[in-house]
Protein backbone atom coordinates (compact mmCIF):
# COMPACT_ATOMS: atom_id res chain seq x y z
CA UNK A 1 0.00 0.00 0.00
CA UNK A 2 1.27 3.38 -0.61
CA UNK A 3 2.31 5.41 2.11
CA UNK A 4 0.15 8.35 3.24
CA UNK A 5 0.52 11.01 5.46
CA UNK A 6 -2.97 11.79 7.75
CA UNK A 7 -5.25 14.97 6.29
CA UNK A 8 -4.30 18.46 7.65
CA UNK A 9 -0.53 17.60 7.99
CA UNK A 10 2.07 18.14 5.67
CA UNK A 11 5.98 17.13 4.60
CA UNK A 12 8.49 20.07 4.06
CA UNK A 13 10.89 20.55 1.51
CA UNK A 14 14.17 21.71 2.24
CA UNK A 15 12.77 25.22 -0.01
CA UNK A 16 9.76 25.51 2.18
CA UNK A 17 11.89 24.78 4.95
CA UNK A 18 14.14 27.86 4.34
CA UNK A 19 10.99 29.93 3.86
CA UNK A 20 9.38 29.09 6.76
CA UNK A 21 12.81 29.59 8.90
CA UNK A 22 12.62 32.99 7.07
CA UNK A 23 9.17 33.99 8.58
CA UNK A 24 10.12 32.06 11.97
CA UNK A 25 13.39 34.24 12.17
CA UNK A 26 11.67 37.82 11.51
CA UNK A 27 9.03 37.02 13.87
CA UNK A 28 11.54 36.07 16.33
CA UNK A 29 13.68 38.75 16.18
CA UNK A 30 10.58 41.60 16.47
CA UNK A 31 9.56 40.13 19.46
CA UNK A 32 13.05 40.36 21.22
CA UNK A 33 13.31 43.59 20.11
CA UNK A 34 10.31 44.78 21.25
CA UNK A 35 11.32 42.82 24.58
CA UNK A 36 9.74 39.78 24.42
CA UNK A 37 11.84 36.32 25.67
CA UNK A 38 11.12 33.02 24.59
CA UNK A 39 9.61 29.67 27.10
CA UNK A 40 8.10 26.76 25.55
CA UNK A 41 6.09 24.27 26.87
CA UNK A 42 4.90 20.28 26.49
CA UNK A 43 3.16 19.17 23.25
CA UNK A 44 0.81 17.45 25.40
CA UNK A 45 -0.96 18.44 28.49
CA UNK A 46 -3.07 17.04 31.02
CA UNK A 47 -6.87 16.90 29.81
CA UNK A 48 -7.98 18.93 32.46
CA UNK A 49 -6.15 21.83 31.52
CA UNK A 50 -7.10 22.39 28.22
CA UNK A 51 -10.89 20.83 28.63
CA UNK A 52 -13.69 23.54 29.04
CA UNK A 53 -11.20 26.69 28.23
CA UNK A 54 -12.28 26.96 24.57
CA UNK A 55 -15.79 27.24 24.67
CA UNK A 56 -18.07 23.75 23.60
CA UNK A 57 -16.76 24.10 19.96
CA UNK A 58 -13.10 24.15 20.92
CA UNK A 59 -13.22 21.53 23.03
CA UNK A 60 -14.25 19.30 20.40
CA UNK A 61 -11.56 19.86 18.29
CA UNK A 62 -9.00 19.05 20.80
CA UNK A 63 -7.15 15.90 19.93
CA UNK A 64 -7.48 13.39 23.14
CA UNK A 65 -4.19 10.95 23.68
CA UNK A 66 -5.46 7.27 24.47
CA UNK A 67 -4.06 6.42 28.42
CA UNK A 68 -1.38 4.28 28.02
CA UNK A 69 -1.67 0.00 28.17
CA UNK A 70 -5.51 -1.27 28.49
CA UNK A 71 -7.15 2.34 28.71
CA UNK A 72 -10.20 0.58 28.87
CA UNK A 73 -9.64 -0.72 32.35
CA UNK A 74 -11.67 2.29 33.94
CA UNK A 75 -15.03 1.86 32.24
CA UNK A 76 -17.45 -0.27 33.41
CA UNK A 77 -20.00 -2.30 31.79
CA UNK A 78 -22.64 -0.10 32.31
CA UNK A 79 -20.64 2.75 30.62
CA UNK A 80 -19.11 0.70 27.79
CA UNK A 81 -23.13 -0.45 27.23
CA UNK A 82 -24.07 3.12 26.77
CA UNK A 83 -21.99 3.60 23.84
CA UNK A 84 -21.53 7.61 24.95
CA UNK A 85 -18.20 8.47 23.85
CA UNK A 86 -18.09 11.53 25.77
CA UNK A 87 -18.91 10.36 29.05
CA UNK A 88 -16.05 7.84 28.17
CA UNK A 89 -13.38 10.58 27.23
CA UNK A 90 -12.46 11.25 30.48
CA UNK A 91 -11.81 7.51 31.64
CA UNK A 92 -9.61 5.79 28.89
CA UNK A 93 -8.05 9.94 27.69
CA UNK A 94 -6.12 11.48 30.79
CA UNK A 95 -4.01 14.12 28.30
CA UNK A 96 -4.70 15.38 25.22
CA UNK A 97 -2.68 17.46 22.26
CA UNK A 98 -2.43 21.67 23.05
CA UNK A 99 -4.99 23.22 21.23
CA UNK A 100 -2.84 26.44 21.36
CA UNK A 101 -0.32 27.84 23.25
CA UNK A 102 -2.16 30.50 25.37
CA UNK A 103 -3.91 28.28 28.05
CA UNK A 104 -0.63 26.03 28.52
CA UNK A 105 0.86 29.41 28.67
CA UNK A 106 -1.63 30.33 31.60
CA UNK A 107 -0.49 26.97 33.34
CA UNK A 108 3.06 27.65 32.98
CA UNK A 109 2.72 31.02 34.53
CA UNK A 110 0.81 29.33 37.47
CA UNK A 111 2.85 26.68 37.86
CA UNK A 112 5.91 29.23 37.87
CA UNK A 113 4.62 32.41 39.81
CA UNK A 114 7.52 32.26 42.21
CA UNK A 115 10.11 32.58 39.79
CA UNK A 116 9.01 35.22 37.11
CA UNK A 117 9.68 38.30 37.39
CA UNK A 118 5.85 40.45 36.57
CA UNK A 119 5.16 42.20 34.39
CA UNK A 120 5.97 38.99 32.37
CA UNK A 121 6.31 39.61 28.79
CA UNK A 122 7.21 35.95 26.79
CA UNK A 123 6.91 34.46 23.06
CA UNK A 124 6.56 31.24 21.90
CA UNK A 125 7.02 29.52 18.84
CA UNK A 126 5.80 26.09 18.57
CA UNK A 127 3.45 23.57 17.23
CA UNK A 128 -0.72 23.22 17.89
CA UNK A 129 -2.93 20.68 17.08
CA UNK A 130 -6.99 20.71 15.77
CA UNK A 131 -9.65 18.65 14.64
CA UNK A 132 -10.54 20.55 12.31
CA UNK A 133 -11.95 20.10 8.63
CA UNK A 134 -8.82 20.29 6.78
CA UNK A 135 -9.29 23.56 4.11
CA UNK A 136 -6.89 25.75 2.52
CA UNK A 137 -4.91 27.49 4.95
CA UNK A 138 -6.47 25.53 7.66
CA UNK A 139 -4.25 22.30 9.24
CA UNK A 140 -4.32 19.88 12.03
CA UNK A 141 -1.06 20.83 13.03
CA UNK A 142 0.26 24.12 12.43
CA UNK A 143 2.61 26.04 14.15
CA UNK A 144 1.95 29.21 16.67
CA UNK A 145 3.75 32.27 17.11
CA UNK A 146 2.46 34.06 20.64
CA UNK A 147 3.43 37.07 22.47
CA UNK A 148 2.19 37.80 25.51
CA UNK A 149 2.33 39.85 28.38
CA UNK A 150 0.94 39.07 31.93
CA UNK A 151 0.82 41.05 34.92
CA UNK A 152 -0.19 44.31 33.58
CA UNK A 153 -3.62 46.21 32.90
CA UNK A 154 -2.33 48.93 30.86
CA UNK A 155 -3.71 49.65 27.22
CA UNK A 156 0.06 50.63 26.47
CA UNK A 157 0.11 46.78 26.23
CA UNK A 158 -2.18 46.84 23.15
CA UNK A 159 -1.08 49.32 21.26
CA UNK A 160 2.78 47.79 21.60
CA UNK A 161 0.78 44.55 20.30
CA UNK A 162 -0.47 46.95 17.04
CA UNK A 163 3.12 48.16 16.86
CA UNK A 164 4.34 44.52 17.08
CA UNK A 165 2.27 43.28 14.46
CA UNK A 166 2.98 46.46 11.68
CA UNK A 167 6.89 45.89 12.18
CA UNK A 168 6.83 42.27 11.55
CA UNK A 169 4.44 42.42 8.33
CA UNK A 170 6.33 45.26 7.30
CA UNK A 171 9.29 43.20 7.45
CA UNK A 172 7.93 40.74 5.46
CA UNK A 173 6.85 42.64 2.56
CA UNK A 174 3.23 42.22 3.32
CA UNK A 175 1.96 45.68 2.88
CA UNK A 176 -1.55 46.92 3.64
CA UNK A 177 -1.98 44.33 5.75
CA UNK A 178 -5.60 45.21 7.99
CA UNK A 179 -5.28 45.02 12.07
CA UNK A 180 -9.18 44.84 13.16
CA UNK A 181 -10.26 45.66 16.82
CA UNK A 182 -12.90 45.24 18.44
CA UNK A 183 -13.53 44.95 22.82
CA UNK A 184 -15.56 42.25 24.39
CA UNK A 185 -16.62 44.49 26.86
CA UNK A 186 -18.43 46.37 24.24
CA UNK A 187 -20.29 42.56 22.55
CA UNK A 188 -21.51 41.82 26.17
CA UNK A 189 -23.00 45.68 26.23
CA UNK A 190 -24.71 45.09 23.29
CA UNK A 191 -25.34 41.84 24.25
CA UNK A 192 -26.87 43.56 27.91
CA UNK A 193 -29.09 46.13 25.67
CA UNK A 194 -30.59 43.90 23.44
CA UNK A 195 -31.57 41.90 26.18
CA UNK A 196 -29.09 38.49 25.47
CA UNK A 197 -26.71 38.89 28.42
CA UNK A 198 -27.64 35.34 29.81
CA UNK A 199 -26.01 33.91 26.10
CA UNK A 200 -23.00 36.02 25.56
CA UNK A 201 -21.02 32.67 24.76
CA UNK A 202 -23.57 31.57 22.33
CA UNK A 203 -24.02 35.67 20.77
CA UNK A 204 -20.12 35.97 20.37
CA UNK A 205 -19.31 32.34 19.05
CA UNK A 206 -22.09 32.90 16.19
CA UNK A 207 -21.11 36.60 15.50
CA UNK A 208 -17.51 35.47 15.16
CA UNK A 209 -18.75 33.21 12.13
CA UNK A 210 -20.00 36.59 9.97
CA UNK A 211 -17.00 36.26 7.76
CA UNK A 212 -18.12 32.67 6.89
CA UNK A 213 -21.57 31.80 6.60
CA UNK A 214 -22.60 35.66 6.41
CA UNK A 215 -25.48 38.00 8.08
CA UNK A 216 -28.41 35.33 7.56
CA UNK A 217 -26.20 32.18 8.93
CA UNK A 218 -25.24 33.92 11.94
CA UNK A 219 -28.68 34.93 12.81
CA UNK A 220 -29.40 31.46 12.24
CA UNK A 221 -27.93 30.39 14.93
CA UNK A 222 -28.24 32.77 17.50
CA UNK A 223 -32.27 31.72 16.67
CA UNK A 224 -31.05 27.90 17.07
CA UNK A 225 -28.82 29.05 20.30
CA UNK A 226 -32.37 30.04 22.01
CA UNK A 227 -31.37 34.25 21.74
CA UNK A 228 -35.12 36.15 21.48
CA UNK A 229 -36.16 37.02 17.97
CA UNK A 230 -36.77 40.79 19.76
CA UNK A 231 -33.01 40.49 20.25
CA UNK A 232 -32.42 39.73 17.03
CA UNK A 233 -34.35 42.93 15.76
CA UNK A 234 -32.12 45.07 18.27
CA UNK A 235 -29.39 43.54 16.82
CA UNK A 236 -29.70 43.96 12.98
CA UNK A 237 -28.81 47.64 12.72
CA UNK A 238 -25.81 47.32 14.22
CA UNK A 239 -24.60 44.84 10.77
CA UNK A 240 -24.65 48.36 9.48
CA UNK A 241 -22.69 50.25 11.23
CA UNK A 242 -20.18 51.93 8.66
CA UNK A 243 -17.66 54.93 8.59
CA UNK A 244 -14.32 55.54 9.79
CA UNK A 245 -13.39 54.53 12.97
CA UNK A 246 -14.30 57.37 15.27
CA UNK A 247 -17.87 57.88 13.43
CA UNK A 248 -18.42 54.22 14.46
CA UNK A 249 -17.26 54.75 17.69
CA UNK A 250 -19.45 58.18 18.20
CA UNK A 251 -22.96 56.22 16.70
CA UNK A 252 -22.35 53.29 19.16
CA UNK A 253 -21.20 55.68 22.16
CA UNK A 254 -25.12 56.98 22.41
CA UNK A 255 -26.10 53.41 21.55
CA UNK A 256 -24.43 52.11 24.45
CA UNK A 257 -24.89 54.88 27.07
CA UNK A 258 -26.88 52.85 29.26
CA UNK A 259 -24.43 50.35 29.28
CA UNK A 260 -21.45 50.66 31.66
CA UNK A 261 -19.27 47.73 30.49
CA UNK A 262 -19.97 48.58 27.08
CA UNK A 263 -18.90 51.85 27.53
CA UNK A 264 -16.18 50.64 29.21
CA UNK A 265 -15.05 48.70 26.03
CA UNK A 266 -15.52 51.67 24.09
CA UNK A 267 -13.58 54.23 25.83
CA UNK A 268 -10.71 51.49 26.39
CA UNK A 269 -11.25 50.93 22.42
CA UNK A 270 -11.01 54.95 21.45
CA UNK A 271 -7.63 55.28 23.69
CA UNK A 272 -5.55 52.47 21.70
CA UNK A 273 -6.96 53.93 18.25
CA UNK A 274 -6.20 57.37 19.26
CA UNK A 275 -2.60 56.50 20.05
CA UNK A 276 -2.11 54.55 17.10
CA UNK A 277 -3.09 57.18 15.26
CA UNK A 278 -0.55 59.85 16.82
CA UNK A 279 2.62 57.30 16.39
CA UNK A 280 1.31 55.97 12.70
CA UNK A 281 1.64 52.54 11.36
CA UNK A 282 4.38 51.41 8.59
CA UNK A 283 2.38 49.39 6.68
CA UNK A 284 -1.07 48.51 8.39
CA UNK A 285 -3.85 50.10 9.07
CA UNK A 286 -6.04 49.68 11.87
CA UNK A 287 -10.41 49.08 11.38
CA UNK A 288 -12.47 49.19 14.17
CA UNK A 289 -14.70 45.95 12.99
CA UNK A 290 -18.05 45.55 15.22
CA UNK A 291 -18.65 42.83 14.12
CA UNK A 292 -15.31 41.11 15.12
CA UNK A 293 -15.91 38.22 17.97
CA UNK A 294 -13.11 35.71 18.45
CA UNK A 295 -15.04 33.03 20.20
CA UNK A 296 -12.72 31.84 22.46
CA UNK A 297 -14.60 32.53 26.14
CA UNK A 298 -11.62 33.71 27.78
CA UNK A 299 -11.23 37.33 26.01
CA UNK A 300 -12.56 39.78 28.41
CA UNK A 301 -11.08 43.63 26.34
CA UNK A 302 -9.57 44.25 23.13
CA UNK A 303 -9.45 42.05 20.57
CA UNK A 304 -6.86 41.14 17.28
CA UNK A 305 -7.66 40.06 14.09
CA UNK A 306 -5.65 40.50 10.90
CA UNK A 307 -5.98 39.83 7.33
CA UNK A 308 -3.98 40.47 4.16
CA UNK A 309 -5.65 42.65 2.03
CA UNK A 310 -4.58 41.55 -1.11
CA UNK A 311 -4.96 37.93 -0.82
CA UNK A 312 -7.98 35.59 0.07
CA UNK A 313 -6.81 33.47 3.42
CA UNK A 314 -8.87 34.30 6.29
CA UNK A 315 -7.10 35.78 9.26
CA UNK A 316 -2.56 35.68 9.65
CA UNK A 317 -2.93 36.88 13.34
CA UNK A 318 -5.25 37.13 16.15
CA UNK A 319 -5.47 37.81 20.18
CA UNK A 320 -6.41 39.72 22.87
CA UNK A 321 -7.08 40.69 26.43
CA UNK A 322 -8.00 38.02 28.89
CA UNK A 323 -8.23 39.93 32.24
CA UNK A 324 -8.30 36.36 34.70
CA UNK A 325 -7.06 33.72 32.65
CA UNK A 326 -4.83 32.61 35.54
CA UNK A 327 -7.95 32.50 37.65
CA UNK A 328 -9.15 29.27 36.38
CA UNK A 329 -5.33 27.69 37.67
CA UNK A 330 -6.13 29.53 41.05
CA UNK A 331 -3.95 32.42 40.43
CA UNK A 332 -6.58 35.71 40.52
CA UNK A 333 -5.69 39.00 39.09
CA UNK A 334 -3.11 38.54 36.80
CA UNK A 335 -4.40 40.79 33.60
CA UNK A 336 -2.65 39.26 30.66
CA UNK A 337 -2.93 40.07 26.82
CA UNK A 338 -1.25 38.55 23.72
CA UNK A 339 -1.23 38.11 20.39
CA UNK A 340 -0.57 35.20 17.58
CA UNK A 341 0.79 34.58 14.09
CA UNK A 342 -0.76 32.11 12.03
CA UNK A 343 2.81 31.54 10.35
CA UNK A 344 1.46 28.56 7.73
CA UNK A 345 -1.48 31.13 6.22
CA UNK A 346 0.87 33.99 6.32
CA UNK A 347 3.41 31.41 4.09
CA UNK A 348 0.54 30.96 1.77
CA UNK A 349 0.14 34.62 1.28
CA UNK A 350 3.68 35.35 0.82
CA UNK A 351 3.65 32.57 -1.35
CA UNK A 352 0.99 33.66 -3.64
CA UNK A 353 2.55 37.12 -3.50
CA UNK A 354 5.79 36.47 -4.65
CA UNK A 355 7.36 37.90 -1.40
CA UNK A 356 10.18 35.03 -0.74
CA UNK A 357 12.83 36.81 -3.30
CA UNK A 358 14.62 37.81 0.26
CA UNK A 359 14.76 34.56 1.57
CA UNK A 360 17.60 33.19 2.45
CA UNK A 361 18.36 29.87 0.35
CA UNK A 362 19.02 26.91 2.54
CA UNK A 363 21.30 24.64 0.08
CA UNK A 364 24.96 24.49 -0.27
CA UNK A 365 26.26 27.60 -2.31
CA UNK A 366 29.16 25.55 -3.40
CA UNK A 367 29.79 22.12 -4.58
CA UNK A 368 33.45 20.80 -4.85
CA UNK A 369 33.76 18.35 -7.83
CA UNK A 370 35.44 15.12 -7.22
CA UNK A 371 38.00 13.98 -9.46
CA UNK A 372 39.83 11.51 -7.19
CA UNK A 373 41.42 11.10 -3.47
CA UNK A 374 44.25 13.32 -4.16
CA UNK A 375 42.33 15.80 -5.98
CA UNK A 376 39.45 15.71 -3.28
CA UNK A 377 41.98 15.97 -0.26
CA UNK A 378 43.24 19.09 -1.67
CA UNK A 379 39.46 20.30 -2.44
CA UNK A 380 38.55 18.91 1.20
CA UNK A 381 41.19 20.79 2.98
CA UNK A 382 39.78 24.62 0.59
CA UNK A 383 36.28 23.62 1.53
CA UNK A 384 36.99 23.74 5.00
CA UNK A 385 38.17 26.89 4.74
CA UNK A 386 35.01 27.67 2.96
CA UNK A 387 33.20 26.65 5.91
CA UNK A 388 35.07 28.52 8.47
CA UNK A 389 34.13 31.64 6.65
CA UNK A 390 30.48 30.50 6.66
CA UNK A 391 29.92 29.24 3.28
CA UNK A 392 27.71 26.27 2.50
CA UNK A 393 29.40 24.21 1.15
CA UNK A 394 30.23 20.30 0.27
CA UNK A 395 31.60 18.04 -2.07
CA UNK A 396 30.42 15.35 -4.57
CA UNK A 397 30.96 11.92 -2.68
CA UNK A 398 32.70 9.69 -5.34
CA UNK A 399 34.72 10.81 -8.39
CA UNK A 400 31.63 9.86 -10.83
CA UNK A 401 31.75 11.58 -14.58
CA UNK A 402 31.62 15.22 -14.34
CA UNK A 403 28.62 15.65 -16.49
CA UNK A 404 26.88 13.69 -13.55
CA UNK A 405 28.72 15.79 -10.82
CA UNK A 406 27.34 18.85 -12.78
CA UNK A 407 24.09 17.76 -13.31
CA UNK A 408 24.08 17.43 -9.71
CA UNK A 409 24.50 20.71 -8.76
CA UNK A 410 22.31 22.27 -11.42
CA UNK A 411 19.68 20.18 -10.32
CA UNK A 412 20.01 21.29 -6.48
CA UNK A 413 20.50 24.92 -8.06
CA UNK A 414 24.12 25.33 -6.62
CA UNK A 415 24.89 28.37 -8.05
CA UNK A 416 28.96 28.00 -7.67
CA UNK A 417 30.99 24.62 -8.76
CA UNK A 418 34.90 24.53 -7.77
CA UNK A 419 37.00 22.22 -10.07
CA UNK A 420 40.32 21.48 -9.02
CA UNK A 421 42.54 18.94 -11.20
CA UNK A 422 46.37 18.05 -11.23
CA UNK A 423 46.89 21.41 -12.44
CA UNK A 424 44.97 23.55 -10.44
CA UNK A 425 46.32 21.30 -7.46
CA UNK A 426 49.93 21.97 -9.16
CA UNK A 427 50.01 25.67 -8.64
CA UNK A 428 47.75 26.00 -5.63
CA UNK A 429 44.80 27.44 -7.59
CA UNK A 430 40.64 26.21 -8.32
CA UNK A 431 38.85 27.17 -10.86
CA UNK A 432 35.58 28.36 -10.13
CA UNK A 433 32.51 27.90 -12.23
CA UNK A 434 29.39 30.07 -11.88
CA UNK A 435 26.68 27.83 -13.17
CA UNK A 436 23.96 30.37 -13.54
CA UNK A 437 26.26 32.80 -16.57
CA UNK A 438 28.50 29.95 -17.09
CA UNK A 439 31.16 31.96 -17.16
CA UNK A 440 34.73 30.10 -15.17
CA UNK A 441 37.62 31.65 -13.19
CA UNK A 442 40.79 30.98 -12.20
CA UNK A 443 41.54 31.92 -8.32
CA UNK A 444 43.42 30.97 -5.28
CA UNK A 445 41.71 30.26 -2.03
CA UNK A 446 41.56 33.78 -0.90
CA UNK A 447 39.69 34.80 -3.89
CA UNK A 448 37.62 31.96 -3.67
CA UNK A 449 36.49 32.72 -0.17
CA UNK A 450 35.57 36.12 -1.45
CA UNK A 451 33.72 35.10 -4.88
CA UNK A 452 31.80 32.82 -3.38
CA UNK A 453 30.65 34.97 -0.41
CA UNK A 454 29.41 37.46 -2.21
Given at each position: MKPSIPKGTRDFSSSEIAKRNYIFDTIKETFQLFGFEPIE??????????????GEEGDRLIFKI??????????????????????????????ALRYDLTVPFARY?????????????????????????????????????????VGSDSLWQEVEFVQLYDTVFSKLGLKNTVIKINNRKILSGIAEIIGAKDKLVDFTVALDK???????????????????????DKLKPLFNVAGSNEEILESLTEMLSDSQEGSKGLEELGFVMQQIEQLGLEGSKLVFDLTLARGLNYYTGAIFE???????????????????????????????????????????VMEELGLFSTAPKSGPKVLFINFGNMEAAYGLKALQS???????????????????????????????????GEEEKSRNEFKLKN????????????????????
Amino acid sequence: MKPSIPKGTRDFSSSEIAKRNYIFDTIKETFQLFGFEPIETPSFENSNTLMGKYGEEGDRLIFKILNSGDYLKKVDDALYNEKDALKMTSRISEKALRYDLTVPFARYVVQHQNEIVFPFKRYQIQPVWRADRPQKGRFREFFQCDADVVGSDSLWQEVEFVQLYDTVFSKLGLKNTVIKINNRKILSGIAEIIGAKDKLVDFTVALDKLDKIGMEGVLKEMRAKGIPENAIDKLKPLFNVAGSNEEILESLTEMLSDSQEGSKGLEELGFVMQQIEQLGLEGSKLVFDLTLARGLNYYTGAIFEVVADQVQMGSIGGGGRYDDLTGIFGLKDISGVGISFGLDRIYLVMEELGLFSTAPKSGPKVLFINFGNMEAAYGLKALQSLRKAGIRSEMYPSSAKLKKQLNYADKKKIPFVVMAGEEEKSRNEFKLKNMISGSQTDCNLDELIRLTYL
